[in-house]
């Protein structure tokens, strides 16, 4: 984990998480955040938490931009930051860390909260043991 400077690319990504935050439906735990996924193409994949009163279906911002990014036919991404209240700033969590996982192991992450305060990490350190599918052969 590291307080780095921010370049430019951090800064524009972190004002899109900001803006698609405020599209967040979170009615339960008022808890709004915001993503924005750089991928290796140049574009950039927002989305915000989508919560529902069936808990289950309720999708997190990283997975619903992620989502939209595969859905568009993207594949390799850069870097993805994060905009949630707290007084720390919040990393993605497990779910999230694993399907980012499976597209970015790479990934770096900008966790950022209101206040302003940055977080950097690498998908790595937040995951360092990921789950891998490893399909079995079969015999012929």
């Keep these: 984990m590291t307080d780095k400077k921010s370049s430019a690319e951090d800064r524009k990504l972190v004002l899109e998480a900001k803006k698609t935050r405020k599209n967040s439906y979170a009615p339960y735990s008022n808890f709004k955040v915001g993503a924005a996924l750089l991928a290796r193409s140049g574009k950039v994949y927002t ?3 989508l919560e529902n009163s069936s808990f289950g279906q309720t999708v997190c911002a990283e997975r619903l931009a992620l989502y939209k990014a595969v859905s568009d036919g993207e594949k390799d ?26 597209f970015a192991p790479q990934l770096e992450v900008l966790s950022v ?3 302003g305060k940055v977080r950097k990490y690498t998908l790595r350190e ?14 012929k």
Excluded: H, M, S
Excluded at 78 to 89: F, L, M, R, S, Y
Excluded at 126 to 139: A, C, G, I, S
């Design 47 to 49: 989305g915000a938490n």
């Design 77 to 102: 991404f850069k870097k993805i930051a994060i905009v949630a209240p707290g007084a720390e700033p919040v990393t993605p969590c497990g779910i999230c860390r694993q399907a980012l996982f499976e």
């Design 113 to 115: 909260n209101l206040k």
């Design 126 to 139: 937040l995951l360092p043991y990921p789950f891998k599918y490893e399909k079995k052969k079969t015999k």
